[in-house]
């Protein structure tokens, strides 16, 4: 059976959701290798007081570590919201394969600031579940401003 982009993103989307739950913004993300999934992770920045412990960061150590190698050119990442200029580069050194994301950050995703970050060989989708994955955040800036 060929699991599809969505399928991916809902995984992704139930990550945001802990993320959510923990207080955290909630962005999730899930990397996959040969239809399986490697990695998961959520945003982790106030657990561990860490600006760097974002999803998508998480998400490429974990992978690295489970496949035992440094790049990623047969992996697809997924993540509810387009990557941050950081992670953008972080994908980049570990020449991601593909990239798939949900909503576009208007205010700080790496298409606005560094279009031409990702590998140039990394293949790009966006808007996969993007209606769900913005509802989720925002809901949680809503909450945080009440």
Known sequence: MILDDAYFMRIALQEAQKAYE??????????????????KAHNQTERFLDVTAHAEILCVTAATQALGGKYLPDC?????????????????????????????????????????????????????LEAEAAALL???FKKLRN
Do not use: N
Request: glycine letters at 8%.
């Open 22 to 39: 923990q207080g955290e913004i909630p962005v999730g993300a899930v990397l996959v290798h040969e239809q399986k999934i490697i990695a």
């Open 76 to 128: 697809t990442l997924y993540v509810t919201l387009e990557p941050c200029v950081m992670c953008a580069g972080a994908l980049a050194w570990a020449q991601l394969g593909r990239l798939v994301f949900a909503a576009s950050d208007e205010k700080r995703g790496y298409s606005r600031h560094q279009p031409s970050i990702l590998h140039p060989k990394t293949q790009v989708k966006a808007g996969v």
């Open 138 to 140: 925002k809901s949680f």
